[in-house]
């Protein structure tokens, strides 16, 4: 595979230089302020992602502030502990999306964040996850979370505003490219060669797997 610096020269000559591209790129929030963020901007963040997924992001986001009232905040006790009387009010309220399934993983993704909080903190946990294994926070994710599989989880930790890749169609197509897959990565054995070569470039470039993520999309 290329060294990074190659694929950086792709990308910026493609999108009119270096400043160009620097401008275009997004940094990962600071761990200590992930570490601090409240648990309920948390499920509030992995609730919205399953919610557009499959569906017209813009619905969603004009509906958000009515999600966050009916949903109370997203507490995560409140949340957690929905008995049938609010899950079948939630089912009629005009204000959300009334998609029975992901109202079920609201539930279900506040009380795994109870677990995550009583481990030692919901955003310790997944904003201090090492960015070299953050497969294997993905696979958590998707092993303890709620409908948390394929790319939601990659888009929740993004939106969240921690270290994270996005397999989308032109990242995926530049892994192809170089080598380090040959289709869309789904196995475990793909997704740790893609973990292994965004820790190559993270060494060669001093870079987020945030940064080099964006980089391998604009490099098309």
């Known amino acids: 595979m290329r060294h990074f610096d190659e694929i950086y020269e ?34 509030s963040i992995i609730t919205k992602t399953i919610f557009q997924a499959g569906f017209n992001w813009k619905v969603i986001e004009a509906k958000w502030d009515g999600f966050e009232t009916a949903f109370d905040g997203f507490d995560l006790g409140r949340c957690a502990f929905m008995d049938d009387e609010k899950f079948d009010a939630l089912l009629q309220d005009t204000r959300i999306v009334r998609n029975g399934t992901k109202i079920a993983a609201v539930r279900d993704n506040a009380a795994f964040l109870l677990e995550l909080r009583s481990e030692g903190g919901v955003g310790q946990t997944l904003g201090g996850w090492p960015s070299q294994d953050y497969v294997g926070l993905l696979q958590m ?17 993004r939106f969240a505003g921690r270290d994270s890749f996005i397999l ?12 380090i897959i040959d289709k869309p990565a789904t196995s475990k054995k793909a997704m740790a060669a893609v973990q292994t070569a965004f820790n190559t470039w993270m060494e060669q470039s001093g870079r987020s797997l945030t940064e080099i993520s964006r980089v391998l999309a604009m490099s098309l």
């Open 10 to 43: 792709l990308a910026a000559d493609r999108h009119s230089g270096p400043e160009a591209l620097e401008d275009k790129l997004t940094k990962p929030t600071p761990l200590n302020e992930l570490a601090e963020m409240a648990d309920d901007r948390w499920l």
């Open 141 to 157: 994710l998707a092993n303890r979370g709620s409908r948390l599989g394929g790319a939601s989880a990659q888009y929740a930790m």
């Open 168 to 179: 989308s169609r032109d990242v995926t197509a530049r892994l192809v490219a170089e080598g």
